[in-house]
Nanobody, 124 residues
Framework: QVQLVESGGGLVQAGGSLRLSCAAS????????MGWFRQAPGKEREFVAVIDWSGRITYYADSVKGRFTISRDNAKNTVYLQMKSLKPEDTAVYYCGADGGPSARAEAKAYDYWGQGTQVTVSS
């Protein structure tokens, strides 16, 4: 069956960096759009970033543009989220999702598969 497993979360001070990873199995990873979303307590899941199958097309939420970078390694079936200049408002559970397309989308309901999430906490 399809599995998406996130890792790399943790506690970091404001201004710090983290790199999240999402390892996929049970699907043809290289044909899926891969996205990162996050959900803070009491809030809805929100879009963070998405990358196309080739890695050449990426989109970001305005709140993370210039600070976060999404990338993928199709040989390793893994998508990454490099996060820099972290702020307390970035605190959330971060989820990766796989979307069969046909385009890069920011709507969570479009995604076919989800990981279990990894907690990111940014202290002030």
């Amino acid at each position: 069956q399809v599995q998406l497993v996130e890792s790399g979360g943790g506690l970091v001070q404001a201004g710090g960096s983290l790199r999240l990873s999402c390892a996929a199995s049970g699907l043809t990873f290289s044909i899926y759009f891969m996205g990162w979303f996050r959900q803070a307590p009491g809030k809805e899941r929100e879009f963070v970033a998405v990358i196309d199958w080739s890695g050449r097309i990426t989109y970001y939420a305005d709140s993370v543009k210039g600070r976060f970078t999404i990338s993928r390694d199709n040989a390793k079936n893994t998508v990454y989220l490099q996060m820099k200049s972290l702020k307390p408002e970035d605190t959330a559970v971060y989820y990766c999702g796989a979307d069969g397309g046909p385009s890069a989308r920011a709507e969570a309901k479009a995604y076919d598969y989800w990981g279990q999430g990894t907690q990111v906490t940014v202290s002030s």
